[in-house]
């Protein structure tokens, strides 16, 4: 093995979707077959190589291993994936011959066929990323497939690079996988470890062989409390990296641990014989000092501090950082400086952002700013204070100029929010609002029928919408104008609707640009940008918000104006079925921007709750009796560690029930989830109290109800039965066995249909075809679950029974 220095600074990645969003319009036009794979894997490798270029002009180096080569075209997971040959059953006719999968095989894995739904999507770690779960049984194969990774060194390296590969640590592989459908009872991925482990011996040697002096293991699974009893994850953590510190010929081992603190863990992965280890110092703890044992010596791993957020966009406190580092040094440790995650979860350059106030952008940092703050502390640590004061006074300037300015703080926000009570928390109990609801018609055409539909909430966002909205932006099309198109669209929408049979409508939210970002620009305290995109999940991107001031609605007086209420006063009126009002909820409107960190979350949640207290009093005096607060975050922002859960979830809760408790009993209360493990957070769920909950559940095929059913979960539900995630339509047989499964959960009278989640990036063709499956499906259980209960089926509209 070649001992090669660990660079001073570093990053443990970057955002990858590209500037301008290159990659994600390369990868749209090949899944259309606008392009061809060779254009793709063109484009990508274009993009990875001025990503690498850009760092370097920012001071990282050339070819000290300190650019990370973490370029995934949809899913860094799915990439570890493939690289390790673990290819699921399911998907076992994809390979070639030697176990392989070739680049449009592992798209099928990621978005589906006409035959098979894809892997699972799920949230990563605390943050809005979603990742692809593998599924991983007894016979699952591992084969080592180096070749991409082989070929981003040997690219870079033509190029003049020399770059550090990354792939997802062997524990935190198994420990994120699934069990796969073929797997017997009560087997857990992390037996499979030993047999993994060879594998990554191999991809390491193939590496070392095409020229990497150092390999990035992300472990992130380690900083959180898992299934595994502590001294069995401890044991099986020593042995994997003792094991991989062994093999010959091998880089030097780079082992990453973000998102939190890696605990009792710290040991057996510092002492495994790796050559550096990362710490994130933001959301984790600074080593104590028996820990910083671990890091004296000759022979012992580098410490690694990441000590700049890569998960947020607010200026370091780079005197306060590097008092810090220069703490972690004094103490016998090699310290070299990071970021505390990657930073794929920030937008690119702040410089871009000219629309935003020049103060507000004075506070921030985005990616090509936080790789500046990290080489200014990498440097402080090694020549002294002296040689950056200059970078020093800039930021704290920033960080007093922040502190007193104008809306950060507003004291009639904190006085409202100072006087809440219990009371404002509180409905009725559940049975009386069910009574009141079920009592009540919806619909000039009487009560809901058993198993009503719905959608949950945005349709597609269609070529001519996004133009219409572009056109008024750029002052195309006036305000009187883009006004008049949107309720056209609306009409469009309601009718496409009534067509297809739907009981509860939407009016799908053409006006809207992002289910936060809307919100946003109609909230004093937040800012939005122009090109602050980061990746959700494969070519997916959201703009978040920054969240920086007190918050209330825009207008008048401290409740200001409604501005959802127009929109969906006028779909009602084109309609004699009920149409939803939608509303983002407090936690997710926090998960999905970029929050304030002077104050505690849990006081901006009901600072948001409150403007939305408002506008939820607005839509019911407007006559909407059905009205949809979204928490698809909840999951989200959960803390890594069970001992700091009860409180996160007690203002969590807390923060929806204060959004939606002013209404009256008959006034329906809906909300949403989407794509996370709720089975965590089933007590929370439960705990929101809304009349009714839609939830994610297709792609896991109703795994979330067993937990719903033994916590008890007794009020109205939603298991998704069409993965919107995936470009397939799913045929009406296919619903009618996630309804039949469901129903072995969830009573009749309980139980809605609905797609998972929003339909806003379909297409209208697929969304069609699937809505009436979706009707179709529903109608079909609905006359087989209603007349063995000794009722007539309640006719609605005159379409089906």
Same mark, same amino acid.
């Given at each position: 093995?070649?001992?090669?220095?660990?660079?001073?600074?570093?990053?443990?990645?970057?955002?990858?979707?590209?500037?301008?969003?290159?990659?994600?319009?390369?990868?749209? @036009?090949?899944? %259309?077959?606008? &392009?061809?794979?060779?254009? *793709?894997?063109? #484009?990508?490798?274009? +993009?990875? =190589?001025?990503?690498?270029?850009?760092?370097?002009?920012?001071?990282?180096?050339?070819?000290?291993?300190?650019?990370?080569?973490?370029?995934?075209?949809?899913?860094?997971?799915?990439?570890?994936?493939? @690289?390790?040959? %673990?290819?699921? &059953?399911?998907?076992?006719? *994809?390979?070639? #011959?030697?176990?392989? +999968?070739? =680049?449009d095989a592992s798209f099928v894995l990621a978005r589906g066929d006409a035959g098979r739904a894809p892997l699972e999507l799920t949230k990563w770690f605390d943050t809005n990323y979603h990742y692809l779960v593998p599924e991983i049984g007894p016979r699952t194969p591992f084969r080592a497939t180096a070749d991409r990774l082989v070929a981003d060194v040997r690219r870079a390296a033509a190029h003049g690079f020399t770059v550090r590969p990354v792939l997802v640590g062997p524990a935190s592989f198994l420990l994120l996988a699934k069990a796969d459908d073929d797997a017997p009872a009560g087997f857990d991925p992390l037996q499979r470890l030993p047999e993994l482990l060879p594998v990554y011996a191999e991809l390491l040697q193939e590496l070392a062989a095409a020229g990497a002096d150092w390999v990035q293991l992300e472990e992130p699974a380690l900083v959180a409390d898992q299934h595994v009893p502590a001294e069995q994850l401890a044991s099986a953590v020593w042995d994997a990296y003792t094991a991989l510190t062994a093999v010959a010929g091998r880089p030097q081992l780079f082992v990453t641990t973000s998102y939190g603190s890696p605990g009792p863990l710290l040991h057996p992965l510092a002492c495994s014989g790796v050559e550096a280890l990362h710490l994130d110092l933001v959301k984790g703890a600074t080593p104590a000092p028996e820990e910083l044992e671990f890091f004296r010596g000759e022979d012992s791993a580098v410490l690694v501090a990441g000590a700049v957020d890569g998960h947020n966009v607010w200026r370091a406190d780079l005197a306060g950082g590097l008092d810090r580092l220069a703490e972690l040094a004094r103490g016998g440790a090699q310290v070299s400086v990071a970021s505390s995650t990657s930073l794929f979860h920030v937008p690119h350059d702040v410089a871009e952002e000219t629309r935003l106030d020049p103060q507000l952008r004075s506070w921030l940092a985005f990616a090509d700013q936080k790789v500046g703050e990290i080489v200014t502390l990498a440097r402080g640590l090694a020549a002294g204070a002296e040689a950056v004061a200059g970078q020093l006074a800039e930021a704290a300037e920033a960080r007093r100029t922040r502190q007193d300015a104008a809306g950060v703080r507003d004291a009639a926000v904190r006085e409202r929010a100072g006087s809440l009570t219990a009371a404002d928390i509180e409905r009725a109990d559940a049975a009386v609002r069910r009574a009141a609801q079920e009592g009540r018609s919806f619909t000039a055409s009487g009560p809901l029928p058993p198993l009503p539909t719905t959608t949950t909430g945005s349709f597609p966002q269609t070529a001519e919408v996004r133009a219409a909205r572009a056109r008024h932006r750029a002052g195309a099309l006036t305000d009187a104008e883009y006004d008049a198109f949107l309720r056209e669209e609306i009409e469009r929408v309601v009718r496409l609707q009534e067509e297809l049979g739907l009981d509860v409508l939407v009016h799908g939210e053409a006006e809207r640009n992002d289910m936060v970002q809307y919100f946003a620009e109609h909230l004093d305290g937040f800012a939005t940008t122009v090109h602050g995109w980061v990746q959700s999940y494969g070519s997916r991107c959201t703009r978040p918000s920054i969240?920086?001031?007190?918050?209330?609605?825009?207008?008048?007086?401290?409740?200001?104006?409604?501005?959802?209420?127009?929109?969906?006063?006028?779909?009602?009126?084109?309609?004699?079925?009920?149409?939803?009002?939608?509303?983002?909820?407090?936690?997710?409107?926090?998960?999905?921007?970029?929050?304030?960190?002077?104050?505690?979350?849990?006081?901006?949640?009901?600072?948001?709750?409150?403007?939305?207290?408002?506008?939820?009093?607005?839509?019911?005096?407007?006559?909407?009796?059905?009205?949809?607060v979204d928490e698809p975050a909840l999951r989200e922002l959960l803390p890594l560690r069970r001992a700091d859960q009860p409180a996160y979830l007690g203002w969590s809760v807390d923060a929806f029930r204060l959004a939606t408790s002013g209404v009256r009993d008959e006034t329906q209360i809906h909300t949403h989830l989407c794509y996370s493990e709720f089975g965590e957070v089933v007590g929370a769920i439960d705990g929101l109290d809304a009349d009714v909950t839609s939830i994610e559940a297709a792609r896991s095929r109703m795994e979330v109800l067993t937990d719903l059913e033994a916590a008890g979960f007794s009020r109205g539900i939603g298991p998704g039965v069409w993965d919107i995630h995936s470009p397939r339509v799913p045929s009406q047989e296919e619903i009618e066995q996630l309804l039949e499964r469901a129903l072995e959960h969830v009573p009749a009278r309980t139980l809605w249909v609905n797609p998972d989640c929003g339909l806003k990036t379909r297409g209208y063709e697929e969304t069609k075809a699937s809505l009436e499956h979706l009707v179709a499906a529903a109608r079909t259980a609905r006359e087989r679950v209603a007349q063995p209960a000794g009722r007539p089926l309640i006719v609605q509209h005159g379409t089906r029974g």
């Open positions: 093995m070649t001992t090669v220095p660990f660079p001073a600074a570093t990053i443990t990645g970057y955002p990858r979707i590209g500037r301008r969003r290159e990659l994600k319009k390369a990868l749209e @036009a090949y899944w %259309a077959g606008r &392009s061809t794979r060779e254009e *793709l894997e063109s #484009a990508a490798a274009d +993009l990875q =190589l001025a990503t690498y270029r850009r760092l370097v002009e920012l001071g990282l180096g050339a070819q000290d291993s300190s650019l990370p080569a973490a370029f995934p075209l949809y899913d860094q997971v799915l990439d570890t994936t493939v @690289a390790l040959g %673990a290819v699921p &059953s399911r998907f076992a006719d *994809l390979a070639d #011959a030697e176990g392989r +999968l070739d =680049l969240l920086w001031g007190d918050v209330s609605r825009q207008g008048e007086g401290l409740r200001g104006e409604a501005f959802t209420v127009p929109w969906i006063r006028h779909a009602q009126s084109l309609t004699d079925r009920p149409v939803k009002g939608m509303l983002t909820g407090p936690v997710t409107i926090l998960a999905w921007s970029f929050v304030r960190d002077d104050q505690p979350l849990g006081e901006t949640a009901n600072q948001v709750a409150l403007a939305l207290r408002d506008e939820v009093a607005d839509l019911e005096a407007a006559g909407i009796g059905i009205i949809q």
